[in-house]
């Protein structure tokens, strides 16, 4: 599976982004799906996560209620629309995949796939 994010860019603080993760490869409706983010000299952390079998979609506490994952199976594609961005949401951004039973995933190590980053800037 390649994974293709984009989207990422520069925005102040309060505006929106929308990310973009284009899979191809295999069957994309069976895979479940995250994204992450990495600010320099931090561990890359969990942002979200939706599962392919029934669509239900999990947030880090952070971003909750300004952040919503979502996928759209006819365009092999998962997007992460980021509401009122913080400075601290700068980081780069991964989108993941993985298959198997449909359910949350939250760490790094359960996912196979990774999209090759994309860079989002805050500006306060």
């Known amino acids: 599976v390649q994974l293709q994010a984009s989207g990422g860019g520069l925005v102040q603080a309060g505006g929106s982004l929308r990310l973009s993760c284009a899979a191809s490869g295999r069957t994309f409706s069976r895979l479940n799906m995250g994204w992450f983010r990495q600010a320099p000299g931090k561990e890359r952390e969990f942002v979200a996560t939706i599962n392919w079998n029934i669509g239900s979609t999990l947030y880090a506490d952070s971003v909750k209620g300004r952040f919503t994952i979502s996928r759209d199976n006819a365009k092999n594609t998962v997007y992460l629309q980021m509401n009122r961005l913080k400075p601290e949401d700068a980081a780069v951004y991964y989108c993941?995949?993985?298959?198997?039973?449909?359910?949350?995933?939250?760490?790094?190590?359960?996912?196979?796939?990774w999209g090759q980053g994309t860079q989002v800037t805050v500006s306060s």
């Open positions: 993941a995949g993985r298959g198997g039973v449909g359910g949350y995933y939250t760490r790094t190590y359960e996912y196979v796939y």
